[in-house]
């Protein structure tokens, strides 16, 4: 009995030695940090843009990754907070050790998060958020694959301005960087068009019950109201309006329109705007057609919205980077260095179009197209809406919600 | 802006008609058996996923009631359970503090449970009059929101004839008050532990079905609802139940009042504020016994 014991310790320990021993043997995997809100209330766009990454990583690992290594992205959940997100990124930087650091949601998170890559010298390339601040604060490890907020709007605001010049505006906005420089920038094209600015008011990621805030902005009546928000906040606030009886043309930047927000807020989401990058919305490209293509069959039954094509992208600058930069020598400042010198002269045409960084290592070569959700057969679906070159639908004016 | 006044009393009072069902389930259980129970909006989480997965077999107005029973009924069933085989064997043994603990660490496991089972991604009750606006004089608001102001009144009006009315209710208020006195008298305490706490959480997990059916369900919903319930028993008084109905719809239309007045950035903190007040001024809360 006792022998037979001694026999399977032994041959235990021998298989655990084997095995320990090719995992040792096999080439260690290129890492790469990836943050981003995967639980919480955006977890669903965070989870979006994962499945955009996994999509590129997978391609690259299946034809023997970079350099006969595979590459692995490390996750960490920022939970949507920043200090949740510093102490991610910091974990990721000095414990995990990747060589650069990717993805990224929220601005404020970004704006906390991408200064302590620059202070741990760490290359950082951010994904999806929008806020001038991140890569105007003269941080030479940041670079943004996103557009910031005014080359994001740039479409929408020539748009207010040519096309639709309401006469009354209301703010209600994400009390976050990415709510507050939105508001600079529309609070700027309001009083440009002479439009009068009724309210300003605010809430909390987080938030379930805006009908406060949808009853007082009912009372303004405003022609126009801008709405910078996410997927789960835009579709209860769509809800409720109708809830309230609320009827005005919604405005958001667009990072709302995914899936989920479709699911969720059904037909109330009709009229609402945004800037967008949407894929599907322009499979004339063929790079573009083809990463759609990819994607669906990659997960069945889904269709990329922006943050896949925005995590996808966010990692091939990452994997082109490391490639430019030569085999990693293995000293991590050194291979830190060189990926970050070569992220500066990136030129890739990709899902959302060409990716070129200036010299503050913001993209300048990505614009957005104001779209408008519009129902075709009942059915809430985007079009672009202007300029009239690149529209594939008219603009609708909302209807009161007894005419819908 | 008097009409604007109006409205929002009325969208107060029906978010407070919520927060009182979710928290005069944490004042009953805190009254009887003096557990601070942090982990209480998770069974409002528990319940509003519960009715989530009911709606999807039952669909229409029925389907809707039906899963709020579902949700009442499971969500009670695992209360029994958490009460006879985590809090009960701990009560006689463990401080105050430890019961607290167990109470937070409870709700973190319940949390991540949620994140793992459920997934992460917030989801919606299908509200079976798809948002459909009622307009009357100068107040708007949903069908669905005034069915839910209806059924949360009927919930509560339902418990206080089960606690005046009934043996059981009886016994429990007579353990609240004094359960050495109450055990004399020949009442079974652990049965009334047991009853009260799947009662508590049953009326929690019904809070969360109309939370769930009003707002969105996600895993993490249950943390603030946890802690307006708090703010709701601290102020109307730890144990009262008079108290938690007054105070939920005091802390509802505060919120809303005070988010359309003063600002909506402080809303949430308004519950911590008053909090604080009635702390400082009338610490045993408006309906709560004077400790002697």
Known sequence: ?404 | MESLFLQQVLNGLIVGSVYSLIAIGLTMIFGVMKIANFAHGDFSMLGAYFALYATALMTGLLGWVGSMVVAAIGVGIIGYFVERYLFRPLLSRWTDIDIIMLSIGLFIVLENLAQLIFGATPKMITDPFHSESVNLFFFSTSVIRLLSFLFAIISIALLQVFLTRTKMGVAIRATSQNSNASLLMGVNINFIYSLTFMVGSALAGLGGVLYGTIFAIFPTMGAMPTLKAFAITILGGMGSIRGAIFGGFILGVAETLGGNYVSMEYKNSIGFVIVILVLLIIPQGLFGKKET
């Not at chain 1, 639709?164 to 068009?193: C, H, L, Q």
């Not at chain 1, 835009?234 to 009886?245: C, D, P, Y």
């Not at chain 1, 059904?266 to 990058?277: D, E, P, V």
């Open chain 1, 1 to 404: 009995m006792k022998k037979t014991l001694l026999l399977s310790v032994l041959f235990v320990a021998a298989m655990v030695v084997t095995t320990a021993g090719s995992v040792a043997a096999a080439p260690k995997p290129i890492k790469i940090g990836i943050i981003g809100p995967f639980t919480g209330p955006v977890a669903f766009n965070g989870g979006e843009m994962k499945k955009g990454m996994m999509l590129a990583v997978d391609e690259i690992n299946s034809k023997g990754g970079l350099f006969g290594r595979k590459i692995k992205l490390v996750f960490g959940d920022t939970e949507s907070k920043p200090d949740k997100g510093v102490a991610v990124v910091k974990k990721i930087i000095t414990r995990d050790k990747v060589l650069v650091v990717g993805g990224g949601y929220h601005s404020s998170v970004n704006i906390a998060t991408s200064e302590v890559c620059h202070r741990e010298k760490t290359p950082v390339v951010v994904a999806i958020a929008i806020s001038p601040t991140i890569t105007a604060r003269g941080l030479n490890y940041v670079f943004r694959t996103s557009p910031n907020s005014p080359q994001f709007l740039a479409g929408m605001n020539e748009w207010l301005e040519k096309v639709k010049r309401p006469k009354a505006v209301a703010f209600f906005m994400e009390n976050t960087d990415y709510g507050r420089d939105g508001e600079k920038i529309w609070s700027a094209i309001a009083k440009k068009i002479g439009a009068k600015e009724l309210a300003r008011l605010y809430f909390e990621i987080g938030d379930t019950d805006f009908s406060t805030q949808i009853s007082k902005l009912k009372k303004l009546k405003p022609e126009v109201t801008f709405n910078i928000c996410s997927t789960t906040e835009a579709s209860l606030i769509q809800k409720q309006s109708k809830e309230l009886n609320f009827v005005t043309q919604w405005i958001g930047v667009g990072g709302q329109f995914t899936e989920a927000y479709f699911k969720m807020s059904g037909s109330t989401c009709q009229y609402a705007m945004g800037c967008s990058l949407e894929p599907t919305l322009n499979m004339k490209d063929p790079i573009v057609a083809d990463f759609v293509r990819r994607y669906e069959k990659k997960y069945k039954g889904s269709r990329p919205g922006i943050f896949p094509s925005q995590g996808y992208d966010n990692i091939m600058v990452i994997m082109d980077a490391i490639k430019q930069a030569g085999e990693p020598t293995g000293k991590l400042q050194v291979d830190r260095d060189r990926i970050r010198d070569v992220l500066r002269k990136t030129s890739l045409k990709l899902t959302q179009g060409k990716i070129e960084f200036d010299k503050t290592g913001q993209v300048y070569t990505v614009s957005p197209s104001p779209v408008q959700v519009q129902l075709m057969e009942g059915k809430p679906q985007l079009f672009v809406v202007y300029p009239p070159d690149r529209a594939g639908s008219d603009y609708q004016e909302p209807l009161p919600w007894d005419k819908r």
